[in-house]
């Protein structure tokens, strides 16, 4: 059976030319980054190679970027180091409801250490409202921070406007990118943050690679302790082979990126068009302007998880949610937090588009999400059709 693959924001597979790059970085290049030996220094040089080209990714200088193991890092990163570098006497952080764990968790770890942490709740539509940031914001605030593009609706904030809210009110603004950088044009100078998080396999580098801008003059403490490197913000030797193979696809993203984003749109409208015109009782959650690969769409009266595993069965791997929440027993709280009842929220999916993926695909996808659909429901004893 052939496998088609519509998950590409829990992860994407790693591009032939970024494997073979990643290859020969593995061969050709062993020596540590902080060795003054040939072979260090032939690693040093490939590791500020991978970090200009990532600069000109988000729009940054290579020395505001911070290698990490990927977006949980570089999200933990941000929060706690921030805090600790900065938190005398502030004590108020704000963050929202539909944050990924990685934002959230952290936030969770501050409160147990008697931070107040303030969770702003989206609209019905997934945005955060500018003004709700402005009402949660105190003078003991010290950071506020809004995911650029939500993993499970894929709905893109106003984070320059927050930004400005932050920064007048003399807090640091941080935004978690991991979904937004290599899908959508990034410049983290005209979005005004002072730290934002990004990781490779969400645009076809490796797992394990990601990185952190951190604003020049912007206070940071490592969370981690060893050696000096990444200047001073994060010990352990440098993943020189990773780094390298993301430079090659943020290289590639950047190269194709108003080409890909318009294929893509296309294809996800294509997606929400054909589901919704022939699976009564479904709809589109979240509104306003989203990543073009993502869409996120209820089927009311089924179980999301059946659903998915019906579609894996027919060759199709999609999403109940975030993957880092995969086999949570509880529905989406980003769902959730956008108002919608807990059946419905059960009954979602994510489907996430990316590179191989086509129109022959699509229709294929459109037509097994019609079948299941129908299966399911005549074994459901709750759903009636209207």
Do not use: W
């Not at 932050?166 to 005004?192: N, R, T, Y």
């Not at 984003?261 to 294809?267: C, D, G, K, N, P």
């Not at 956008?338 to 590179?355: C, D, K, Q, T």
Request: charged fraction near 20%.
């Amino acid at each position: 059976m052939r496998r088609f693959y519509f998950d590409h924001n829990a992860t994407t597979p790693v591009s032939q030319p970024v494997l073979e790059v990643l290859v020969s970085a593995l061969l050709e290049v062993p020596g540590n980054a902080s060795s003054i030996h040939q072979d260090g220094q032939l690693a040093k040089q490939r590791l500020e190679a991978a970090r200009r080209e990532m600069a000109a990714l988000l729009g940054c200088e290579p020395k505001e970027l911070v290698f990490t193991s990927g977006g949980t890092e570089a999200d933990n990163l941000a929060i706690l180091g921030s805090v600790q570098a900065n938190g005398s006497p502030h004590k108020h952080v704000i963050t929202t409801a539909i944050e990924h764990p990685a934002v959230l968790n952290p936030c969770r770890e501050l409160e147990r250490t008697g931070m107040d942490v303030t969770y702003v709740r989206p609209a019905s539509d997934g945005l955060i409202d500018p003004d709700d940031i402005r009402r949660a914001l105190k003078p003991e605030t010290m950071l506020v921070s809004v995911m650029h593009a939500n993993n499970e609706t894929g709905t893109l904030q106003p984070i320059a406007e927050i930004s400005a809210l932050a920064h007048e009110a003399g807090a640091l603004m941080h935004s978690d990118g991991v979904q937004a950088a290599g899908k959508i044009p990034v410049d983290v100078e005209a979005l005004g943050v002072d730290l934002y998080s990004i990781s490779g396999h969400k645009f076809y580098a490796p797992k394990g690679i990601g990185a952190l801008y951190v604003k020049n003059g912007t206070k940071l403490r490592p969370i981690q302790f060893g050696g000096k490197h990444e200047r001073e913000r994060r010990p352990g030797t440098e993943n020189v082979p990773s780094a390298v193979a993301m430079e090659k696809a943020a290289a590639f993203a950047r190269d194709t990126l108003p080409i890909e984003t318009a294929r893509l749109e296309a294809l996800r409208d294509r997606l929400e068009t054909g589901i919704l015109a022939r699976v009564p009782d479904s709809g589109v959650n979240g509104a306003g302007e989203r990543t073009p690969n993502t869409t996120n769409i209820y089927f009311d009266g089924l179980e999301g998880e059946a659903l998915v595993i019906s579609l894996d069965l027919k060759g199709f791997a999609v999403s109940s949610g975030s993957a880092c929440s995969s086999g949570a027993v509880e529905p989406s709280h980003v769902l959730l937090a956008m108002g919608l009842a807990p059946e419905r929220a059960r009954a979602s999916l994510r489907f996430s588009l990316g590179a191989s993926n086509n129109a022959e695909q699509v229709d294929a996808l459109i037509d097994a999400v019609v079948q299941s659909a129908a299966q399911l429901r005549k074994l459901s004893p709750t759903y009636t059709s209207a």
